[in-house]
């Protein structure tokens, strides 16, 4: 089931099985994936991360994630653009700027429980009734399921991840903090940087980050790039200097030194692995 608007909107669901399941790593522009397992032992790989999934895992995906896959039994799949839904225009903490997209550096995975399937497959059928409506209010329509959809698995997912615990202004922070690094991580490598753009104190940041007890601020920009890194070791045909210059490393010594505290492996030797 697909929609397409004639300004470029682009929204579809469609079940995922081991004969189509080429469809799941398509790279289509600026579209944002979620993936919701209906069975036992996909098996994908991510970004060169192999990762299991069972039935009613859900995984969300920006278009800078790059998608194998091992083993394929069935799934559903949501694709759509920013056209279609850009969450910058809309609720923010369900959007582009939110936390299932571009809002971590580790892939964004939940585990539905039976009540979140029972409100994910009522949405879920409701969006795809919608594809059958070729009226002026279709898409308004499928906008709204689209964002119920993203708001049950936002709650899930900060739940699962203690984010509850944070009160509203320092969910933002969180927010506007893991945006800005996925959008200058390139360029901008340390914590007083992103605290500048955000009128905030790097100690203000860092504290916020404790609570969450996991990551530091500097930890997950460091995060971000080795990612990067990674990606582009495994899946162009970019140099090694020419990599460590795209990721705002003044010589390839420095990238190379950041790379192997971070991996284990020089990049060139990571290159080298199977």
């Avoid at 990762?51 to 759509?80: A, G, K, P, S, W």
């Avoid at 571009?102 to 009522?122: K, R």
């Amino acid at each position: 089931m697909k929609y397409t608007g004639k300004t470029g909107e682009h929204f579809e669901i469609l079940e995922i099985n081991s004969e189509n399941c080429h469809l799941l790593k398509e790279q289509l522009t600026d579209t944002l994936r979620l993936i919701w397992f209906t069975s036992d032992e996909n098996r994908l790989i991510i970004d060169g991360v192999p990762l299991m999934f069972n039935t009613n895992d859900i995984v969300c995906l920006t278009q800078f994630h790059t998608l194998e896959y091992d083993q394929v039994n069935t799934v559903n799949l949501l694709r759509f653009n920013r056209p279609f839904y850009c969450i910058l225009d809309h609720d923010s903490e369900v959007g582009c700027k939110g936390i299932l997209y571009y809002g971590a550096s580790n892939v964004p995975v939940m585990h539905l429980n039976d009540h979140h399937v029972e409100i994910l497959e009522t949405a879920w059928k409701m969006a795809s009734l919608e594809f059958e409506m070729h009226d002026n209010l279709q898409l308004e329509m499928l906008q709204m399921m689209l964002k119920r959809i993203l708001i049950l698995c936002t709650r899930i997912y900060k739940e699962q991840q203690n984010l509850a615990q944070l009160n509203l202004t320092q969910n933002d922070l969180i927010r506007d903090f893991n945006y800005l690094v996925e959008t200058h991580f390139r360029k901008k490598h340390t914590v007083a940087e992103y605290a500048e753009l955000l009128f905030k104190s790097p100690k203000t940041i860092t504290n916020v980050f404790k609570k969450l007890g996991e990551k530091s601020p500097l930890q997950f920009i460091q995060s971000r790039i080795h990612l990067e890194a990674r990606r582009l070791l495994q899946y162009s045909a970019k140099d090694v200097s020419e990599i460590g210059y795209e990721l705002g490393f003044n010589d390839v010594q420095s990238f190379s030194r950041f790379f192997k505290k971070q991996e284990g492996l020089s990049p060139s030797r990571y290159r080298d692995n199977p």
